[in-house]
C-alpha cells in the first residue's frame, strides 16, 4: 500500500516509512492511496469468521506486502486480545464496549499495534532503536505506557501536566518502568507538548536519538480501530440488516476509522460524530465554514479539541464535498449537564453505567434515532466508567466495583521524575542514552 501526504500527493512512502514518519517531512498527514471493498461474500458471512480472520481481511491491504502474514497475525492476536462486546440498551440502540483492554479505553488496540508494528521492522534490522516521544493529557498516555511497555527496540519518553489528569491515569502512566520513561511536568498540556515538538527538531538530540511520535496522526491508530465495526456487526441480531454508529469524537481517529469500514463496504447507515460543546463540525455543517475553537474543559475530557487533527483526513475520505460529507455523517453536540442526566437516565432506565464519553455517544444516538424512526443505532462506549471515578460519583453515588485492572495498579509505586522546564528535560534525556 501507497500513502501519498495530504499536504503534496507526489510525496509517496509504504507503510513502514509511514509508521516511522508519523507525519510527512511536509507536516502532511499520510492517507491510503486506495481503499478497495472487501468481497461481499466475506462481508454477508462475517459471522462465520473468528476475530482473527476478520482482522487479516480488513486489515492487510493497508499493510501491503510489508510485514509478512504470520508475523502480522501474531501482531494483531496480541493488538485485540480481549473483548469487545455489543449490549442492547433499548428498542434500536446498543453499545460496543471498547474499553475490556489492559488500560481500559479504546486506544489500547492503536497502542499495541503501534508498538508490535515498530518493533517488529527493528528487530529485522530496517531501522534503528526508536525514542517515543508522547504529550498527554490522560488516555493516550495510559495506553501507550501499558502498549510499548517491554517492546523491544523501543523507548517511550511520556510527559504529562502535574496535578492536571485524574488520580487513576496517572497512575496508569507513572508505576512503569523498564523502557518507560514517565515525566511529571510542571506545567500544562500545552507546556508538556511543546517540549515534545523542541526535542523532535533539536539536533543535540536528533543526532543521537532517532525520534517517533505515537499520537493519533500516525497510520497505526485508526487501521486497526476499523476492526471496531466489523467486531460489532458479527454480534448484531440477524434481523439487523444495518445500523448506524454513533462515535464520541476529539481528534476524530474513530470516526475517521468508521468511514474507512463503510467505504470497505460494511453496510452501515449513517456515522453520528457525538461531541461536547467542542464542536467545530457540527458548526461546519451548520455554516459550511470550518473554523477551528479554542478548546474549553468539559466533563468528557478525552474529546476537548478544538481543531481535530484526523478531520483533514475525513474531508480528503468525501473529496473535501460538505453535501457528500451530510448524507453520510450527522453531528450533533451536548453540555455537560446533558451529560450527567445521561449518564443517571441510562443507569435509572437500563441499569447501565456510562461514563461521560460513552453518555455523549448514547446522547447521539438516542437523537439520531428520534430522528430516524425505525433505524438502529451503537454508540461507542470508548472508557470504563471507574475512569472518571471523581467526576461521576455525584451522579451514581458510590457503588462501585474496581475493575480489576485499575485496581491492581492503585497500590503500585509511582516512578516518574519531575521536570520543570525544557533544559531540565533534555538533561533527562541525555542520560538515558
Ligand atoms: C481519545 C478518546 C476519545 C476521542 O477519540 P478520537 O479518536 O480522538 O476522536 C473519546 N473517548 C475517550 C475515552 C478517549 O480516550
Given at each position: 500500500m501507497i500513502y501519498f501526504s495530504l499536504n503534496n500527493k507526489n510525496h509517496r512512502v509504504n507503510f513502514r516509512e509511514a509508521l516511522f514518519n508519523?507525519?510527512?517531512?511536509?507536516r502532511g498527514l499520510y492517507f491510503p492511496k486506495s481503499i478497495i471493498p472487501l468481497r461481499k461474500s466475506f462481508i454477508s458471512n462475517?459471522?462465520?469468521?473468528?476475530k482473527i480472520e476478520i482482522s487479516l481481511e480488513v486489515i492487510s491491504q493497508f499493510i501491503?506486502?510489508?510485514?509478512?502474514e504470520e508475523s502480522l497475525k501474531k501482531i494483531i492476536e496480541h493488538s485485540i486480545d480481549f473483548e469487545f462486546p455489543l449490549k442492547k440498551i433499548e428498542e434500536n440502540i446498543s453499545v460496543l464496549e471498547l474499553f475490556h483492554g489492559p488500560s481500559m479505553a479504546f486506544k489500547d488496540v492503536g497502542a499495541r499495534f503501534t508498538s508490535r508494528c515498530l518493533s517488529h521492522f527493528i528487530r529485522r534490522g530496517y531501522d534503528r532503536k526508536v525514542t517515543v516521544l508522547v504529550a498527554t493529557s490522560g488516555d493516550t498516555g495510559a495506553a501507550v505506557a501499558s502498549g510499548f511497555?517491554?517492546?523491544?527496540g523501543v523507548d517511550v519518553f511520556i510527559l504529562y501536566p502535574k496535578n492536571k489528569i485524574s488520580n487513576i491515569q496517572e497512575r496508569q502512566i507513572s508505576t512503569f518502568s523498564d523502557n518507560i520513561f514517565p515525566v511529571e511536568v510542571d506545567g500544562t498540556f500545552d507546556d508538556c507538548q511543546k517540549m515534545v515538538k523542541d526535542a523532535l527538531i533539536d539536533k543535540d538530540l536528533t543526532s543521537n536519538f532517532n525520534f517517533t511520535t505515537a499520537n493519533s496522526i500516525n497510520i497505526s491508530r485508526w487501521i486497526p480501530q476499523t476492526l471496531y465495526y466489523f467486531f460489532a456487526y458479527c454480534q448484531l441480531?440477524?434481523?439487523?440488516k444495518k445500523s448506524s454508529f454513533s462515535i464520541p469524537s476529539g481528534n476524530y481517529g474513530n470516526l475517521f476509522s468508521a468511514i474507512v469500514s463503510k467505504e470497505l463496504g460494511?453496510?452501515?447507515e449513517n456515522i453520528i460524530s457525538s461531541n461536547n460543546i467542542n464542536n467545530p463540525v457540527e458548526r461546519y455543517f451548520k455554516s459550511g465554514i470550518y473554523t477551528p475553537m479554542h478548546s474549553k474543559e468539559t466533563l468528557?475530557?478525552?474529546?476537548?479539541?478544538?481543531?481535530?487533527?484526523n478531520f483533514k483526513r475525513v474531508n480528503k475520505i468525501f473529496d473535501l464535498d460538505l453535501d457528500k460529507m451530510r448524507e453520510t455523517i450527522h453531528a450533533f453536540s451536548f453540555t455537560d449537564y446533558q451529560t450527567r442526566d445521561a449518564i443517571k437516565d441510562v443507569l435509572k432506565n437500563f441499569k447501565y453505567i456510562c461514563d461521560p464519553h460513552g453518555a455523549i455517544g448514547y446522547l447521539g444516538a438516542k437523537k439520531y434515532v428520534g430522528n430516524n424512526l425505525g433505524s438502529h443505532c451503537i454508540f461507542l462506549?470508548?472508557?470504563?466508567y471507574y475512569k472518571f471515578f471523581d467526576e461521576i460519583k455525584n451522579v451514581i453515588g458510590n457503588e462501585f466495583n474496581v475493575p480489576s485492572q485499575l485496581a491492581s495498579i492503585l497500590n503500585k509505586e509511582k516512578n516518574s521524575v519531575t521536570v520543570k522546564d525544557y533544559i531540565d528535560f533534555k538533561d533527562y534525556i541525555n542520560s538515558n542514552l
Amino acid at each position: 500500500m501507497i500513502y501519498f501526504s495530504l499536504n503534496n500527493k507526489n510525496h509517496r512512502v509504504n507503510f513502514r516509512e509511514a509508521l516511522f514518519n508519523g507525519l510527512a517531512p511536509d507536516r502532511g498527514l499520510y492517507f491510503p492511496k486506495s481503499i478497495i471493498p472487501l468481497r461481499k461474500s466475506f462481508i454477508s458471512n462475517l459471522s462465520n469468521y473468528d476475530k482473527i480472520e476478520i482482522s487479516l481481511e480488513v486489515i492487510s491491504q493497508f499493510i501491503g506486502n510489508q510485514i509478512d502474514e504470520e508475523s502480522l497475525k501474531k501482531i494483531i492476536e496480541h493488538s485485540i486480545d480481549f473483548e469487545f462486546p455489543l449490549k442492547k440498551i433499548e428498542e434500536n440502540i446498543s453499545v460496543l464496549e471498547l474499553f475490556h483492554g489492559p488500560s481500559m479505553a479504546f486506544k489500547d488496540v492503536g497502542a499495541r499495534f503501534t508498538s508490535r508494528c515498530l518493533s517488529h521492522f527493528i528487530r529485522r534490522g530496517y531501522d534503528r532503536k526508536v525514542t517515543v516521544l508522547v504529550a498527554t493529557s490522560g488516555d493516550t498516555g495510559a495506553a501507550v505506557a501499558s502498549g510499548f511497555h517491554r517492546v523491544e527496540g523501543v523507548d517511550v519518553f511520556i510527559l504529562y501536566p502535574k496535578n492536571k489528569i485524574s488520580n487513576i491515569q496517572e497512575r496508569q502512566i507513572s508505576t512503569f518502568s523498564d523502557n518507560i520513561f514517565p515525566v511529571e511536568v510542571d506545567g500544562t498540556f500545552d507546556d508538556c507538548q511543546k517540549m515534545v515538538k523542541d526535542a523532535l527538531i533539536d539536533k543535540d538530540l536528533t543526532s543521537n536519538f532517532n525520534f517517533t511520535t505515537a499520537n493519533s496522526i500516525n497510520i497505526s491508530r485508526w487501521i486497526p480501530q476499523t476492526l471496531y465495526y466489523f467486531f460489532a456487526y458479527c454480534q448484531l441480531p440477524p434481523d439487523i440488516k444495518k445500523s448506524s454508529f454513533s462515535i464520541p469524537s476529539g481528534n476524530y481517529g474513530n470516526l475517521f476509522s468508521a468511514i474507512v469500514s463503510k467505504e470497505l463496504g460494511l453496510p452501515v447507515e449513517n456515522i453520528i460524530s457525538s461531541n461536547n460543546i467542542n464542536n467545530p463540525v457540527e458548526r461546519y455543517f451548520k455554516s459550511g465554514i470550518y473554523t477551528p475553537m479554542h478548546s474549553k474543559e468539559t466533563l468528557s475530557n478525552a474529546m476537548d479539541v478544538g481543531d481535530p487533527s484526523n478531520f483533514k483526513r475525513v474531508n480528503k475520505i468525501f473529496d473535501l464535498d460538505l453535501d457528500k460529507m451530510r448524507e453520510t455523517i450527522h453531528a450533533f453536540s451536548f453540555t455537560d449537564y446533558q451529560t450527567r442526566d445521561a449518564i443517571k437516565d441510562v443507569l435509572k432506565n437500563f441499569k447501565y453505567i456510562c461514563d461521560p464519553h460513552g453518555a455523549i455517544g448514547y446522547l447521539g444516538a438516542k437523537k439520531y434515532v428520534g430522528n430516524n424512526l425505525g433505524s438502529h443505532c451503537i454508540f461507542l462506549e470508548t472508557a470504563h466508567y471507574y475512569k472518571f471515578f471523581d467526576e461521576i460519583k455525584n451522579v451514581i453515588g458510590n457503588e462501585f466495583n474496581v475493575p480489576s485492572q485499575l485496581a491492581s495498579i492503585l497500590n503500585k509505586e509511582k516512578n516518574s521524575v519531575t521536570v520543570k522546564d525544557y533544559i531540565d528535560f533534555k538533561d533527562y534525556i541525555n542520560s538515558n542514552l
